[in-house]
């Protein structure tokens, strides 16, 4: 499939299945939310969770989104790179991750409150880059 094809496909959805490798080689699978930027996807992560593991050992990744419709869809190809952990509610990756919420929800009622829970949660910034793409699309 055309990678422009299917990244104009997943530029209007938000939810995808990423798929990262545990050291054994089977597949790790998690629902997570995306932003599209061009070629690339950004999505919050939290550190101490498998994938984050499995990014950190092999960046290879896939990245399936689905339709309403059960025949439609796109994968993607990839590798994920990771931000530093925030460890600051000013820090550069709490910046980021502000962005990443206005860009998905809009305001957030307490920023104060959402940076401090970035760091406690031990929240980072995965960057999944597509470098080709399979899928059944419409014509």
């Given at each position: 499939m055309?990678?422009?094809?299917?990244l104009a496909y997943a530029a209007d959805r938000r939810n995808t299945l990423l798929?990262?490798?545990?050291?054994?080689?089977?597949p790790q699978q998690s629902v997570v939310f995306y932003l599209l930027d061009g070629d690339q996807f950004t999505i919050s992560l939290?550190?101490?969770?498998a994938k984050v593991k499995n990014l950190r050992r092999d960046s290879r990744a896939a990245l399936f989104i689905p339709s309403d419709d059960v025949f439609m869809w796109a994968a993607f190809d990839g590798?994920?790179?990771?931000?530093?952990?925030?460890?600051?509610?000013?820090?550069?990756?709490?910046?980021?991750?502000v962005e990443y919420y206005r860009r998905g929800n809009g305001e957030h009622?307490?920023?104060?409150?959402?940076?401090q829970a970035m760091v406690n949660d031990r929240?980072?910034?995965?960057?999944?880059?597509?470098?080709?793409?399979?899928?059944?699309l419409p014509d």
């Amino acid at each position: 499939m055309d990678l422009q094809r299917a990244l104009a496909y997943a530029a209007d959805r938000r939810n995808t299945l990423l798929t990262t490798l545990r050291r054994d080689g089977r597949p790790q699978q998690s629902v997570v939310f995306y932003l599209l930027d061009g070629d690339q996807f950004t999505i919050s992560l939290t550190d101490d969770r498998a994938k984050v593991k499995n990014l950190r050992r092999d960046s290879r990744a896939a990245l399936f989104i689905p339709s309403d419709d059960v025949f439609m869809w796109a994968a993607f190809d990839g590798t994920v790179a990771l931000s530093d952990v925030a460890t600051d509610p000013d820090d550069d990756v709490c910046d980021q991750l502000v962005e990443y919420y206005r860009r998905g929800n809009g305001e957030h009622p307490n920023w104060a409150e959402y940076r401090q829970a970035m760091v406690n949660d031990r929240r980072l910034v995965g960057t999944f880059t597509a470098t080709s793409a399979t899928g059944m699309l419409p014509d």
